[in-house]
Each structure stands twice: as structure tokens, then as C-alpha cells.
């Protein structure tokens, strides 16, 4: 079975950092795009970055760039969200995904997790 499973979400205050993992299995993840989402309170849910299958190409919405940092691990089947200078605006439900296109429209994706939360609070 195709599994996605999102961890590392927590709360954190202001200016503070997180690490989110996504870790794959049931599909041959070096195939795939990997991209990881968000869907903050009362809100739809958002692209946030995109990495490329050998992690060589990454892409972020403006609102993130210089503060997340993306990277997977192909022998680990692994992808990583770096969050740094963490903002209350930030708090969200955050997924990964898996698809075939690069594109950070949700339609594009076959496999999803099921999601970590992140919340950003003093």
C-alpha cells in the first residue's frame, strides 16, 4: 500500500524553527515530484515547495522563500521541510505529496499524507 507519512509538526514559538519529514513507501518515490502543502485555519490549502525527483530543483511560494528549505533523501525515501524564522502565519496543517507533474496545483498529485500540525504561538 501507498503510504505518505508527515511528522516533526509541533508548537513553536515566533522566530523558531521546525523540521518536518515526510517518509514514502508502496511506490518508487525517486520517480516523484515531492511537495509539501499547507492548510492553515479557515483557509484553502496551499502549495508551499516543490523538489524535483533528484532533489537537484526546488521551488517555494514567495511567502516562504528564505525561510523553508526543502531536500529529500532518495535512499531514504524521505523528504524534509526546513522551517526557519517560523511566523504565526505559518500555523497550518502541513502535507506532503507525491505526483507525476511539476506543478504545485493540488490536481497534480497522486498520493498525499495525512497531514502534521504546525502552529506557531507564543
Known amino acids: 500500500d501507498v503510504q505518505l507519512v508527515e511528522s516533526g509538526g509541533g508548537l513553536v514559538q515566533p522566530g523558531g524553527s521546525l523540521r518536518l519529514s515526510c517518509a514514502a513507501s508502496g511506490f518508487t518515490f525517486g520517480s516523484y515530484y515531492m511537495s509539501w502543502f499547507r492548510q492553515g485555519p479557515g483557509k484553502e490549502r496551499e502549495g508551499v515547495a516543490r523538489i524535483h525527483t533528484l532533489g537537484s530543483i526546488t521551488t517555494s511560494t514567495d511567502s516562504v522563500k528564505g525561510r523553508f528549505t526543502l531536500s529529500r533523501d532518495n535512499a531514504k525515501n524521505t523528504v524534509y521541510l526546513q522551517m526557519t524564522s517560523l511566523k504565526p502565519e505559518d500555523t497550518a496543517m502541513y502535507y506532503c505529496?507525491?505526483?507525476?507533474?511539476?506543478?504545485?496545483?493540488?490536481?497534480?498529485?497522486?498520493?498525499w499524507g495525512q497531514g502534521t500540525q504546525v502552529t506557531v504561538s507564543s
Open positions: 505529496a507525491a505526483g507525476r507533474s511539476w506543478s504545485l496545483r493540488e490536481t497534480a498529485y497522486d498520493y
